[in-house]
């Protein structure tokens, strides 16, 4: 067994201006927020003037977010640990964080459930294209970090997670909540909780870009790797798009269904586009990266 090394009580110390070192302070002044604080009562009453359509539309939103942050908070552990198996110790800090961020996200969904008096099985909203993502890809790519750790399989991962899980399909889906919820002036202390999420998937999402980024400048060929995967998931998130709108021309709450269709689009090319910037980067440099240039609120 190769002899461990203390960083923070070396000359090295803590690596204070890196990029995942400034996410991990972010994350303790901002990812405070409670999900038990959030008041329902005024979402409680909204929810018994919905129609049965308007209802199925938020039910499947909610549903498929529920079952989506008990799989990501199951699915994260393996990365944590490939992440200090290198000894990378200011993103395994961010990493701890970004973990009881996602148990937040779960019990958030739960309790707006509950408040509704939601409490039956809504598996059914877990479309074929939806299982195949969260039920198989998901958990089979980070599984495969508990044995293999190479640069491949990390990004891999991250590609799964937070490009594809967090980059796209949940920004599509906040987009959704926006477009029924805030248009229509409804449920509130949903929108409240959806607000708090995003800016905390906006770590999650910088950290996943910094760690591609990262990667790409250690190890060029990765970025032709990751690009290939994107391209291998996009008509996943495009098929589950078609699901929920289900033919449709207008939505329940009259938004247009061919917006969150452009909005996953567009959310696929500015994914890629923030890798490329890696290629030809120095390592100090990504480092160096301003939350802002990663989208980080």
Aim: charged share 25%; aromatic share 10%; hydrophobic share 40%.
């Amino acid at each position: 067994m190769e002899k461990r090394k203390i960083l923070t009580t070396s000359s090295r110390g803590l690596l204070e201006e890196s990029f995942p070192y400034r996410l991990f302070q972010k994350a303790k002044k901002l990812g405070t927020w409670n999900p038990a604080d959030i008041d329902f009562s005024q979402d409680k009453r909204d929810w018994e003037t919905l129609n049965a359509e308007q209802k199925s539309d938020i039910l499947r939103l909610i549903s498929q977010f529920q079952a989506g942050e008990e799989a990501v908070t199951l699915d994260l552990l393996p990365l944590i640990m490939a992440i200090a198996k290198e000894g990378r110790l200011e993103e395994e800090m961010f990493l701890t964080t970004f973990l009881y961020e996602e148990a937040k996200h779960t019990e958030f969904f739960r309790l707006a459930l509950n408040a509704i008096g939601e409490r039956g099985d809504l598996s059914h909203f877990h479309t074929e294209t939806y299982q195949k993502i969260f039920y198989e890809i998901l958990p089979t790519t980070m599984e495969r970090l508990v044995t293999d750790q190479s640069p491949e399989a990390i990004a891999e991962a991250s590609v799964v997670y937070n490009m594809f899980v967090e980059g796209v399909l949940a920004e599509t889906g906040y987009f959704s909540f926006y477009q029924a919820l805030e248009t229509a002036g409804i449920m509130p202390g949903l929108l409240v909780g959806v607000g708090n999420l995003k800016k905390d998937e906006s770590r999650h999402i910088g950290y996943g870009t910094f760690l591609l980024q990262r990667l790409i400048c250690e190890h060029p060929h990765l970025f032709d790797f990751v690009a290939a995967k994107m391209m291998e998931l996009t008509p996943l998130a495009l098929r589950l798009n078609e699901e929920g709108i289900g033919g449709r021309e207008v939505s329940a709450f009259g938004g247009n269904p061919e917006e969150v269709m452009q909005f996953t689009m567009k959310q696929l090319g500015v994914r890629m586009e923030v890798l490329a910037r890696a290629k030809g980067k120095r390592i100090e440099e990504i480092y160096r990266t301003s939350e802002s240039e990663l989208g980080v609120f």
